[in-house]
T-cell receptor, first 117, second 113 residues
Framework: GAVVSQHPSWVICKSGTSVKIECRSL??????MFWYRQFPKQSLMLMAT?????????EQGVEKDKFLINHASLTLSTLTVTSAHPEDSSFYIC?????????????FGSGTRLTVV | QQQVKQSPQSLIVQKGGIPIINCAYE??????FPWYQQFPGKGPALLIA?????SEKKEGRFTISFNKSAKQFSLHIMDSQPGDSATYFC????????????FGEGTQLTVNP
């Protein structure tokens, strides 16, 4: 089946530094990938939609200069949290749109736990 | 109109019971309704999904019931096991390439031994 690999699984960084999270579709091509943020015991909150070769579309209230998204290929999207602060600590999850002839549905990565100290 | 309402927020059943989780939507353009299972510290995993042209779909112990006129769909878990203890999310989307998923609020299911 469709597999999405997300790295790292967890990261601790100092306040003011930047962190990059990678999301790879391993066995299918994904024109569109999505980035979510999830707080404890809450649902997934869509941050942005990432389309290969074009600028990401950010949801209202999400700072595009803080959360940089790059979707340079059909199998890789990255989220960079710039100048991270403790309030950016959260669980970040990517998803790839795998609705092709072979696969159906949105496949999620395993998530990245970011802790900013 | 983009919302998906999910209930209950939490649910506790005994092993072998049949937990039922309900979702309701507003947007009649939605045509893809998946259910996801999420364990702590992990990303959601697709359990089962349905399109509005059928009223029921079964995969193993999981069944989706779909009522198009009421704009409601539900997940039934047959013969529930402690290993089914997780958070379940319903979702909906429009089946065009690149469209987003709209998630329900989630249901935390606990299956006691």
């Amino acid at each position: 089946g469709a597999v999405v690999s997300q790295h790292p699984s967890w990261v601790i960084c100092k306040s003011g530094t930047s962190v990059k999270i990678e999301c790879r579709s391993l066995d299918f091509q994904a024109t569109t990938m999505f980035w979510y943020r999830q707080f404890p015991k809450q649902s997934l909150m869509l941050m942005a939609t990432s389309n290969e070769g074009s600028k990401a579309t950010y949801e209202q209230g999400v700072e595009k200069d803080k959360f940089l998204i790059n979707h340079a290929s059909l199998t890789l999207s990255t989220l960079t949290v710039t100048s991270a602060h403790p309030e950016d600590s959260s669980f970040y999850i990517c998803s790839a749109d795998g609705r092709t002839a072979l696969y159906y549905g949105y496949t999620f990565g395993s998530g990245t736990r970011l802790t900013v100290v | 109109q983009q919302q998906v309402k999910q209930s209950p927020q939490s649910l506790i059943v005994q092993k072998g019971g049949i937990p039922i989780i309900n979702c309701a939507y507003e947007n009649t353009a939605f045509d893809y309704f998946p259910w996801y299972q999420q364990f702590p510290g992990k990303g959601p995993a697709l359990l089962i999904a349905i399109r509005p042209d059928v009223s029921e779909k079964k995969e193993g112990r999981f069944t989706i019931s779909f009522n198009k006129s009421a704009k409601q769909f539900s997940l039934h878990i047959m013969d529930s096991q402690p290993g089914d203890s997780a958070t379940y999310f319903c979702a909906a989307s429009i089946e065009t390439s690149g469209s987003r998923l709209t998630f329900g609020e989630g249901t935390q299911l606990t299956v006691n031994p």
